[in-house]
T-cell receptor
């Protein structure tokens, strides 16, 4: 069965530094997709980045990059040059191929210190 | 702009009441989802629908039912609300079931059952 694990309930980072949020997953399907979402205190869920299991290169979107290590089944989110507005909950999620549903991890709360 | 609208931001109900949570999307999306979000547990899928009048149970369907009479509207029903259903409820939609298809979320309904 598919499963997403985020082992860091909370993290701090200094403004302008880089931070890595961990995500490991479990699936027996060779084809799947991995997502990261951000949830600020306002509650809205904001899509950040996507990585397909067959993508050869790590996904990047602006200051966000996904460190995809397929053999280790990890999909860590890297935020470069942290900003105060990056303080939020971050969720890792996965969808197996031909499945409708997205399965989420328990989330990591990131606090950016000035 | 894509939009998923949940009818209430905050809701307070009594134990045993029948509760309706409404969700409307204006993107002509095929799929709609109901998640609940609890601290430390992340987002858990309650039910989803991949077509009008079609529904499937998610990971925690007990105590809930759903209705999708029209493509744009997906309702979550708590037949007899209980205190353990106090939670944040998030509605989401996606265009189709493609692996890389992201979810668009509503702003959530914080339900308190007293």
């Amino acid at each position: 069965a598919q499963k997403i694990t985020q082992t860091q309930p909370g993290m701090f980072v200094q403004e302008k530094e880089a931070v890595t949020l961990d995500c490991t997953y479990d699936t027996s399907d060779p084809s799947y997709g991995l997502f990261w979402y951000k949830q600020p205190s306002s509650g809205e869920m904001i899509f950040l980045i996507y990585q397909g299991s067959y993508d050869q290169q790590n996904a990047t979107e602006g200051r966000y990059s996904l460190n995809f290590q397929k053999a280790r089944k990890s999909a860590n989110l890297v935020i470069s040059a942290s900003q105060l507005g990056d303080s939020a909950m971050y969720f890792c999620a996965m969808r197996e191929n031909f499945r409708y549903k997205l399965i989420f991890g328990s989330g990591t709360r990131l606090l950016v210190r000035p | 702009d894509v939009k998923v609208t949940q009818s209430s931001r905050y809701l307070v109900k009594r134990t045993g009441e029948k509760v309706f949570l409404e969700c409307v999307q204006d993107m002509d999306h095929e799929n709609m989802f109901w998640y609940r979000q609890d601290p430390g547990l992340g987002l858990r899928l309650i039910y989803f629908s991949y077509d009008v009048k079609m529904k499937e149970k998610g990971d925690i369907p007990e105590g809930y039912s759903v209705s999708r009479e029209k493509k744009e509207r997906f309702s979550l029903i708590l037949e007899s609300a209980s205190t353990n259903q106090t939670s944040m409820y998030l509605c989401a939609s996606s265009l189709d079931g493609a692996t890389n298809e992201k979810l668009f979320f509503g702003s959530g309904t914080q339900l308190s059952v007293l």
